[in-house]
């Protein structure tokens, strides 16, 4: 198996998993699992050849964990990052570092300034403890820039925080007061 072809999978699962179930005719739970047969049967209507074994290999090798197989093995899910109403899986609350990061684009600053960070389509805003993956996911949108989230303070105000089983940080919103800019602390870029 090519390694397009892995990447491929990947996305496929992504999209059926975190966002659009019902386009292959598969239903997730509110835990977000989906049965593996039942989305190979699904990829095939749509013309999609998926066996066991490419979705095992995605699992195994995804280079972000986004994926984990129940402990039985007849159902897959998306770790985190859902967008589906299908979904509302029940994260554990956990206390975050003082610091977390968000990459967003220098395009979104106006708003964010205003607004602070809004989960937008997907369940939760999601946050990073290293600085250089919140660089490479603002880098998806444009010209990035990374956000410092006052995170220990926030939680100390009572927002919530949850850390994914793939250790991505999320939150239902980060309002502006709690975010810094490179500008506000010295930092470069
Ligand atoms: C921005 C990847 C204007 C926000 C990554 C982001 C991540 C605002 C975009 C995961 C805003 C949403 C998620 C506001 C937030 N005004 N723009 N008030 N508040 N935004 O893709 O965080 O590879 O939904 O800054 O690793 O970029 O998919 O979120 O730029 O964990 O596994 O609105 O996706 O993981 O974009 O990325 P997204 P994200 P995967």
């Known amino acids: 198996m090519k390694e397009?072809?892995?990447?491929?999978?990947?996305?496929?699962?992504?999209?059926?998993?975190?966002?659009?179930?019902?386009?292959?005719?598969?239903?997730?739970?509110?835990?977000?699992?989906?049965n593996v047969?039942?989305?190979i049967a699904g990829a095939a209507n749509s013309g999609r050849?998926?066996?066991?074994?490419?979705?095992?290999?995605?699992?195994?090798?995804n280079d972000k964990k986004r994926f984990a197989f129940s402990p039985d093995g007849q159902s897959i899910r998306a770790v985190q990052g859902h967008s589906t109403d299908e979904v509302a899986i029940r994260f554990e609350e956990r206390v975050p570092p003082a610091?977390?990061?968000?990459?967003?684009?220098?395009?979104?600053?106006?708003s964010i300034r205003e607004q602070g960070l809004?989960?937008?389509?997907?369940?939760?805003?999601?946050?990073?403890?290293?600085k250089q993956v919140a660089v490479s996911v603002g880098t998806r949108h444009g010209k990035p820039v990374v956000l410092t989230v006052a995170a220990a303070t926030?939680?100390?105000?009572?927002?919530?925080?949850?850390?994914?089983?793939?250790?991505?940080?999320?939150?239902?919103?980060?309002?502006a007061s709690f975010l810094s800019e490179p500008s506000d602390n010295g930092e470069a870029g």
Do not use: C
């Open 99 to 110: 610091h977390l990061y968000h990459g967003t684009a220098t395009r979104f600053l106006p």
């Open 49 to 61: 050849i998926v066996v066991r074994d490419m979705v095992e290999r995605v699992v195994a090798t």
């Open 154 to 175: 926030m939680h100390a105000q009572g927002h919530k925080f949850h850390l994914s089983e793939n250790g991505v940080w999320l939150t239902e919103a980060v309002p």
């Open 37 to 39: 047969d039942a989305i």
């Open 118 to 130: 809004m989960a937008g389509n997907r369940h939760h805003v999601h946050l990073s403890a290293d």
């Open 4 to 34: 397009q072809d892995i990447t491929q999978l990947s996305k496929f699962l992504s999209y059926v998993l975190r966002h659009k179930p019902e386009s292959i005719g598969v239903t997730l739970d509110p835990e977000g699992w989906a």
